[in-house]
């Protein structure tokens, strides 16, 4: 097989606990015999991985996938014993969850859910247009509170060691991770009234400039105001 450019072999290691019935035909001179029998599909396995003969003298490199969410620590470590790889993609994806919780855990109660999307899109859209991360840089360029980065390195300090980011300040950036991270974090402002509000996470400037939150003292209510100037076509 073919891994970081280099053909090396590899062992495959493959569970199911699933077995299905499939058809065996067998030909005769005459006839054609047809069997049922059981067997594993390849495509509902459960859980495999792959073992590439390279790296030994670090610890052989190791593709992974478990399809059951119910017990995530049986398979990579109780079973392979292996641990993630601490590439760029590795730290690629763990610097922007940690980002998110920052978000969830620190923006979200001091400030509010507007501001906790538009820095989670700004996070994103920040390693999306660069190919090398520093963190000094980073931190002048999402968090436009100033106030806020002391308490972004305070955070670090605490939940740092659960990301293994503690010691990281500057890396190569992955964009197929950025991609797959985006994809998961929430855009969204669910309000008690039974409305969502939708931001852009390719466009985050729209939601700063032209979505303003208010309170109404006659109704006793937050609003939000929205400025456009005509409606699109979805």
């Given at each position: 097989?073919?891994?970081?450019?280099?053909?090396?072999?590899?062992?495959?290691?493959?569970?199911?606990?699933?077995?299905?019935?499939?058809?065996?035909?067998?030909?005769?001179?005459?006839?054609?015999?047809?069997?049922?029998?059981?067997?594993?599909?390849?495509?509902?396995?459960?859980?495999?991985?792959?073992?590439?003969?390279?790296?030994?003298?670090?610890?052989?490199?190791?593709?992974?996938?478990?399809?059951?969410?119910?017990?995530?620590?049986?398979?990579?470590?109780?079973?392979?014993?292996?641990?993630?790889?601490?590439?760029?993609?590795?730290?690629?994806?763990?610097?922007?969850?940690?980002?998110?919780?920052?978000?969830?855990?620190?923006?979200?109660?001091?400030?509010?859910?507007?501001?906790?999307?538009?820095?989670?899109?700004?996070?994103?859209?920040?390693?999306?247009?660069?190919?090398?991360?520093?963190?000094?840089?980073?931190?002048?360029d999402v968090l436009e509170n100033p106030e806020l980065i002391p308490e972004f390195k305070n955070y670090k300090v605490n939940k740092g060691p659960k990301y293994s980011i503690e010691d990281v300040s500057e890396f190569p950036i992955a964009n197929k991770a950025v991609s797959d991270i985006r994809k998961k974090f929430k855009n969204e402002i669910h309000l008690d009234t039974n409305i969502h509000i939708k931001l852009d996470f390719f466009n985050p400037e729209s939601a700063e400039k032209f979505v303003e939150k208010g309170w109404d003292e006659e109704r006793q209510m937050y609003y939000y105001l929205v400025y456009f100037n005509r409606e699109t076509k979805s």
């Open positions: 097989m073919l891994i970081d450019k280099e053909k090396v072999s590899a062992i495959g290691i493959f569970k199911s606990e699933v077995k299905q019935d499939f058809f065996e035909f067998d030909w005769d001179q005459e006839n054609l015999n047809i069997s049922v029998r059981k067997g594993i599909s390849v495509q509902k396995l459960d859980k495999g991985c792959l073992i590439f003969n390279t790296g030994e003298e670090n610890g052989y490199k190791v593709l992974s996938v478990d399809r059951n969410r119910y017990d995530a620590k049986y398979w990579p470590e109780d079973f392979l014993s292996i641990s993630a790889l601490k590439d760029e993609n590795f730290q690629t994806k763990n610097y922007l969850k940690f980002c998110k919780d920052f978000a969830k855990e620190v923006i979200l109660p001091t400030e509010d859910k507007q501001q906790e999307v538009l820095f989670l899109n700004r996070a994103v859209n920040h390693f999306a247009s660069r190919d090398q991360f520093e963190e000094s840089h980073f931190l002048n």
